[in-house]
């Protein structure tokens, strides 16, 4: 009597998994790069944060915030941008008080950063704006 265990087809599946698995755990471990190889790679990141808020005191009083941010990057990932704004609007009371901060980390070959706030206060209103607009360029070394 003869008993087939696992078909040829089954047979050389296991035994490419089981030659294959040493493969790919080698080649998911971290590797010291040389010099050279440190030279072609670039990278680049950027984050941006905005906060906004508004408060007013009294009866009948009126409050607004709101906050956006986004980062995206070109197909090949060597530009990144990132752009944040937030609004506050405070009014109605007998005080009133709103503020917008922006901030940003970013770390490439060429960063540009700019930020603009305006406040606008009065007792009775305050208006708070602001927006940032980062770019970094990552150079590729030839």
């Given amino acids: 009597m003869r008993m087939t265990l696992l078909s040829p087809l089954a047979l050389g599946v296991v035994v490419f998994a089981a030659l294959a698995q040493p493969v790919v755990l080698w080649a998911a471990e971290p590797v010291r790069l040389t010099g050279t190889e440190m030279d072609t790679v670039t990278a680049g990141s950027v984050a941006v944060g ?12 009126r409050t607004y915030s709101s906050t956006s941010t986004t980062v995206f990057s070109t197909p090949k990932n060597n530009v990144e941008i990132g752009r944040g704004v937030g609004k506050a609007v405070a009014c109605c009371g007998w005080s009133s008080d709103t503020d917008v901060q922006t901030a ?7 960063v540009i950063a700019h930020s603009n706030v305006h406040d606008h206060h009065t007792p009775r209103f305050s ?16």
């Fill in 50 to 61: 905005v906060a906004a808020f508004a408060t007013a005191e009294g009866s009948n009083t």
């Fill in 104 to 110: 940003y980390s970013a770390e490439g070959d060429k």
């Fill in 127 to 142: 208006f708070s704006q602001g927006h940032i607009t980062v770019i970094v360029i990552d150079v590729p070394s030839h």
